[in-house]
């Protein structure tokens, strides 16, 4: 029995040692609190989503209610994005004055007010007033809610956590699409009104709750709170030892000597002036400075340039020059949009801190490239056709899809990602409300021309046209954008500035996979080298 108790502890030595030398290590868990805190914030970008959504149906109702031309639509439904300009670049300087969080509850406070001013809406003039008001709100939130969520968010899960935003917009698309289809059916004076003013109610829930949520870590350390900051750097890091160094960091990019670790300090005022920062952005950039503002503000261009909200604002129009003339079977076809964009940027939150920004990015341009081609091609052949093509109707309806499928999964919220993490500290509110600035102004550029467009060059034509740009738009990212995943915030800004990255970042990667394949090659050695042995001990002891 002695001997069998023996053999027995021997073998559970034997499966302990060789547990021991498993090269493999569990990743971190992804931090609770951060991920709450990136939910919060992120869901005040639903508020955007809805407008381009339920705007999609609306406006069949409104023009046909109120009497107004194509070109007053064009107005109605695109010029939101451009009043938003007001807001975004408001953003950057309010959000550092009265902190992110309070930002995100004033958002919601202005989009409430446009919501309602929508809904009670008597003319066209009045509905115009009310979508200036409902854009400056939304300019407020697409700036700040991938900011804060980037500046709460640990380097591990960064990738996942600031792609909510871009999440949230399309979960608002699709239930804008929803709020169309369901509210059809009231009269026509009453079912658009309804439609658009319904988007207060999620306005106030959200800017309630986001009260619940704990200031920028970042925006504490550049008011001087340090104690406060950690508090929040504790709960939002993955370990204790990651705080820290978050802390040293954001210490050293806000000018706070190491040795500074009173609970409240005095922040060097020097860059800290709205005009020291526009200096330092726009009129003396550094070289890593200048490089990361033609990415940030470029990625935000060619989001909106290459036709998102052509397809999203108008599906109704393109699924009728298609051959589908039913309202509810547009109504149906546009809901399919919204979810396929809202499933595949799902898929996308799970892919961006596994095989990183670049790689999908450049993936999901080609696709649309693609799919922007083959659209244009189906919607000429329909054009040209004097009666029903099948084939043709089904292909362009299938590439519609594929459109928004390849954007939402890398285009769509890398964009935010990338241009909310790039930016050093200090320049970063400012920053990102430049690059929003340009993506609601193109945003509103594309929206307001593209009925005007078509008609002058073809539907199909117009699509070539976006099928040519996003192919300009892959040459730039392929050439300007280096890998940021995994990086702290505060280490991003060494990535740029030196234009031969791209031929350093693969020599480096070569390197590493060298390294790596001669690490794995000692450890599998090392392993059953050790085995044996055990195997070895488990066969004396036994005899």
């Not at 030892?241 to 670790?261: F, H, M, S, Y």
Request: aromatic share 10%; glycine share 10%.
């Amino acid at each position: 029995m002695a001997a069998g108790l023996g053999a027995e502890s021997d073998n559970q030595q034997q499966q302990k040692s060789i547990a021991d030398f498993d090269p493999q290590k569990k990743p971190p868990k992804r931090n609770k609190y951060a991920f709450a805190c990136a939910i919060l914030a992120s869901m005040t970008s639903t508020l955007l989503g809805y407008d381009i959504g339920v705007m999609s149906g609306a406006a069949i109702f409104i023009k046909e209610d109120l009497k107004i031309t194509d070109v007053q639509v064009e107005l109605l439904v695109g010029t939101l994005n451009i009043y938003s300009l007001i807001g975004s670049a408001a953003a950057g300087r309010t959000s550092d004055w009265i902190g992110r969080r309070y930002t995100i509850v004033l958002a919601g406070a202005i989009f409430f007010a446009g919501a309602l001013l929508m809904g009670f809406s008597t003319n066209y003039a009045f509905l115009m007033v009310g979508r200036f008001v409902a854009g400056i709100g939304v300019g407020y939130a697409l700036m700040i809610a991938p900011v804060y969520t980037a500046e709460v968010s640990p380097a591990s899960s960064r990738g996942f956590l600031t792609s909510f935003p871009e999440v949230f917009i399309n979960g608002g698309i699709l239930l804008g699409y929803v709020s169309n289809f369901a509210l059809s059916k009231l009269s026509l004076q009453l079912g658009w009104r309804m439609m658009l003013g319904i988007g207060a109610v999620p306005s106030v829930f959200l800017a309630l709750i986001v009260l619940a949520m704990p200031e920028s870590p970042r925006w504490l350390v550049m008011q001087g709170r340090l104690a406060d900051a950690i508090k929040v750097l504790d709960k939002t890091s993955d370990s204790k030892e990651e705080a820290l160094q978050r802390l040293a960091d954001i210490k050293e990019a806000a000018g706070i000597p190491a040795e500074c670790n009173d609970d409240v300090v005095a922040v060097p005022k020097n860059g800290r002036s709205g005009e020291a920062v526009w200096k330092e952005l726009l009129l003396h950039p550094t070289k890593s400075v200048r490089h990361i503002l033609i990415a940030g503000v470029g990625i935000h261009f060619f989001q909106q340039a290459s036709g998102i909200d052509a397809v999203v604002l108008y599906s109704p129009r393109i699924f009728e020059k298609a051959g589908i003339t039913s309202k509810n079977e547009k109504l149906l076809a546009t809901i399919a949009v919204g979810v396929v964009k809202t499933i595949f940027i799902l898929v996308a939150t799970f892919l961006l801190d596994r095989i990183g920004r670049r790689p999908l990015l450049l993936s999901s341009v080609g696709g649309m490239i693609i799919s922007l081609a083959t659209l244009g091609f189906s919607l000429t052949i329909i054009d040209h056709s004097q009666k029903k093509l099948t084939w043709a109707v089904g292909l362009a309806i299938t590439t519609v899809m594929s459109y928004v499928a390849f954007f939402s999964i890398g285009m769509g919220p890398i964009t935010w990602v990338y241009s909310s993490e790039i930016f050093p500290l200090k320049l970063r509110a400012q920053g990102t409300s430049m690059g929003v600035a340009v993506n609601r102004l193109t945003s509103g550029v594309i929206s307001t021309t593209f009925i005007s467009l078509y008609k002058a060059m073809t539907i199909g034509g117009a699509f070539f046209l976006f099928a040519g740009i996003a192919s300009v738009a892959f040459v730039f990212f392929y050439t300007c954008f280096p890998e940021t995943q995994g990086r702290n915030l505060e280490d991003v800004e060494s990535l740029f500035g030196n234009f031969h990255w791209l031929r350093d970042s693969k020599a480096a990667k070569k390197t590493a996979r060298a390294s790596a394949a001669n690490n794995q090659s000692y450890d599998d050695a090392s392993t059953a080298s050790n085995v044996q042995l055990v195997g070895r001990g488990v066969t004396n002891g036994n005899n």
